[in-house]
Every structure is written in C-alpha cells, then in structure tokens.
C-alpha cells in the first residue's frame, strides 16, 4: 500500500471521528446565550448567577445551564446553593396578664398589681389584693413573660383576645426587669378584620433583645380594646440544642414596584390586583408589601405561581400596615416562606381601597445559587439557558473540587454580561448538528470501505 493511500484513510477516520457535542446534548438548544467576564483570574472561579438566570432557565434547578469556551467546548462546573441559616426552634411560654390599675396623675408613677420576691437566683410573684380592677375597666396590662436564660430571650409576644371581629387597638409598651425601673420601647398595635374565609389577624408584638421579663402594655386611643385572655412568649432555643452550621449566606434582597392587574378580567377582586414580577422563579424566603408614605392597613389575598404560564395559586392571607404618628412609623412583620416564585399577585379585600400602585412594594428575600466552574478552556468564557430537553449540566461540588480542598483552593470572580437570544441559524444547526455527524461518520465509514477494496485489487 503506498504511503498517500494510507494518509487518505487517516483522513477520512479523522473526519469521522471529529466534531463531538461540545455546548449541548445532542437534540438539546439553548435559546439562551450569556457572556462570563473574569474580574480575577484563579484556578477556580465564582459567578454569582442573579435573577435574571432563573427567569432564562427552563429546567427546575437551573439544570439546563451550560458554561462553555470560545471554541464550544463545555466547562466542568458546580451549582453551590447559599448556606441556610442555623436550623432553629421556638419555644413557647405562656405569659401571665395582670390588669393594671387606673393611671396615675400626670407625671406619677403607674401603681403595680403585682410584687416580687428575689431569694438568690429565684424570683417569686404575687399578686395584690384590693389594687386590680376588673379587666374590662383596665386601662392596659401588666405582662410577665417568665423566667428565661440570657441566651434565649423572648423575640416576640402573641396576644390572643375574645372581643369584636373588626377593630385596630393601639398601645404603648416598656419593660423592666425588676418593676421599678422601666424601659420605654414605642408603640405597637393589634388587629382584627373578618374575612368571607376567616378572620384576618395581626397578634403579634416584636420585642427589643433588651426586653426584660415584665412588659407594661397601655391602650393609647379611648373606646373599647380588645378583652385579652392570653398571651404567648416565644423564643428560640439556645445555640447549644440545635445543629450548628457554620456561616450563613445573606439573602439577596429585591424591592419590587408593581403592574396593574389586567382590567380585562372578569371578577372585580382581579382587576384591583396588583403583581409583581420577580424576574424569574426564585428559591423566595421572604415577602413583606412596605408603603412608602402614609397610614395604610391592608388585609390581603397572596396568590403566586413560577412562571406567567402557570395558574395561580393560593399562597395565604396577610394583614399588612403601615402606621404613620409624627415620627413613630409601625410595619407589620414579613411573611415567612419557603417556596418558589416568580410572580406574587396581591388581591386587597373587596371592603377595602385598592391598592396606590406608587405607594406599594413588594420586598423579597430570596438565596441565588452561585456556579463554581474551573478556569480552563480558552476565553471568552458564556453561560447558555433556556433548554427544555438538555440534561443537568452541573457537576457534584466534591466532583469538582476534591473533598477536604476547599479551604484551600484560591478561587477568582465572575460577572455576568447581559442576556442574548440565540439566533436561528445558530438554533438551526444545533438541531442539525447530530444528523450531519451521523452523516459524515457514514460517509466516512462508506469511504473507508471503498479505500480498502480499491487497495485489495491493485495488490493482485
């Protein structure tokens, strides 16, 4: 066989052998195209992924994200999800009402219905008699929230009362430790609102970190408050009863301002909505709706979905204020969560206004994941989405970080570049692409064939 007979099949091997998937899966497209700037080069590299990555993914996960090189080939890299915060639990105490008595003169000092006893480290409590009225003639409540250890105070109290379905109740409150001297804290309100599923609720009273074991709570606007006949004294357990992570990841934070609900629809409750777009289905921990000026106390309905082409779905009912005295701004608490979303719609309760749209936000707190890929390849470096059909593209962390390495590995940083459509061509012959290789490889094979027969008869 002559040497330009061989080169000739090492040719055709060669091209049938050549071009393997490099950016996807066979029969996979990314509609989606993103560049990677390298701030600070290191063997390993951060890219903090942000939202809008979510809203480009097509997969649950973010498995259809690819990071690939100039030249196409894939990129071995990881999805690190943020550490969550130490697991905690609540610890329920019930607290003990005191009515208090009348109020004193101006500039006198409020009379106790109760004493205490110190002996050592015990404190011993006793009612007095003769000095407390009746709850309905009290003009506010002397609460003892019990003993707790210096590690784990109360962080908030739970009021429950028997009293009329609607009202909005304001008071006062301080605390002190030993009933003598006090601490002035604000104020804070209670609320209620019946509702066609339910009463609408708002019980619960932050407290300060210095708040002591008595708190003093005073009802600051005449008429009839709410009769309350219990109260909850929640804190968390100690640090050394729970499992222990260390560090913890700050959420990422997003204030979002609102689109009007489409006034085409057909009930009256849609078309006063509100939504908010988080610009992509985000691993949410947090809502809270803030208004930007004024009083305003809205009873609402949350609904929720992950994307626009999904329906809605109950996420629960809220009351959230606002509480404007000179100076003294109240907000309701946030509503904790832990689910997915990429669209919240807030339906106010029909017997109330709508909603101002300039005045309203929705503040989310949701954890991004962040991809850890190895710096090799040729750069320019881009991250692909939008595959309905690819599989996960992300390695294991410890598959690309050995385990027990990462305290020291150097790792670089990364930004991501705005997003671009994929264009059809590019789509074309990512379609393509499979068959043609099939093609060739064939073509190969078919001339490899032909090559050797040829050389078989010019050997005889």
Not at 7 to 34: E, H, K, N, Y
Not at 247 to 273: Q, T
Not at 344 to 367: C, E, F, G, I, S
Request: aromatic share 6%.
């Amino acid at each position: 066989m002559r040497r330009s007979d061989w080169l000739s099949v090492a040719a055709i091997v060669c091209a049938a052998q050549a071009g393997p998937a490099r950016a996807d899966d066979a029969g996979a497209t990314f509609r989606w195209r993103a560049p990677i700037e390298v701030l600070r080069a290191a063997p390993f590299m951060h890219l903090d992924l942000p939202a809008s990555a979510y809203a480009h993914s097509l997969q649950p996960d973010l498995r259809d994200l690819r990071i690939v090189d100039a030249l196409g080939e894939r990129v071995p890299f990881a999805l690190r999800m943020p550490r969550t915060p130490q697991v905690t639990a609540d610890l329920e105490r019930a607290a003990v009402l005191y009515p208090l008595p009348a109020r004193p003169a101006p500039g006198g000092e409020w009379p106790s219905p109760i004493e205490i006893t110190v002996a050592g480290d015990q404190i011993s409590v006793r009612r007095l008699d003769g000095v407390t009225p009746g709850p309905a003639g009290s003009p506010g409540w002397l609460i003892d929230l019990g003993e707790h250890a210096s590690r784990s105070p109360p962080h908030t109290l739970r009021l429950a009362w028997s009293g009329p379905p609607d009202f909005t109740a304001r008071f006062d409150f301080e605390t002190s430790d030993d009933l003598r001297t006090w601490r002035r804290h604000g104020r804070g309100s209670v609320m209620a609102l019946a509702s066609a599923s339910g009463s609408l609720t708002q019980p619960s009273l932050p407290l300060p970190g210095s708040a002591g074991r008595f708190l003093r709570l005073v009802w600051t606007e005449a008429g009839a408050p709410p009769q309350l006949r219990g109260a909850t004294a929640i804190s968390t357990a100690p640090g050394d009863e729970m499992p222990v992570i260390a560090g913890e990841d700050p959420p990422d934070e997003f204030v979002l301002s609102p689109a009007p609900a489409d006034p085409n629809m057909l009930d009256e409750s849609s078309r006063r909505a509100l939504i908010f777009d988080l610009g992509g289905a985000l691993p949410v921990r947090q809502l809270d709706l803030r208004f930007t000026a004024g009083t305003v106390v809205a009873p609402v309905r949350l609904e929720a979905r992950a994307r626009a082409s999904e329906p809605w779905g109950a996420l629960g009912e809220q009351v959230f204020y606002r509480i404007e005295q000179g100076a003294d701004i109240r907000t309701s608490p946030p509503l904790a969560l832990q689910t997915t979303l990429g669209q919240v719609r807030v339906v106010p309760d029909p017997r109330t206004p709508a909603l101002d749209p300039a005045n309203t936000k929705l503040v989310v707190h949701a954890r991004l994941a962040t991809a850890v890929f190895a710096l090799r390849g040729e750069p320019p470096f881009t991250l692909y989405a939008g595959s309905s059909t690819a599989s996960p593209g992300a390695l294991p962390e410890v598959a690309l970080i050995p385990e027990g390495e990462e305290d020291r590995v150097m790792f670089g940083a990364a930004t991501l570049g705005p997003w671009i459509e994929v264009d059809d061509t590019t789509r074309r012959w990512s379609i393509l692409r499979p068959w043609i290789l099939w093609a060739v490889l064939l073509a190969g094979v078919g001339g490899l064939a032909w090559m050797v027969r040829r050389l078989i008869r010019g050997s005889r």
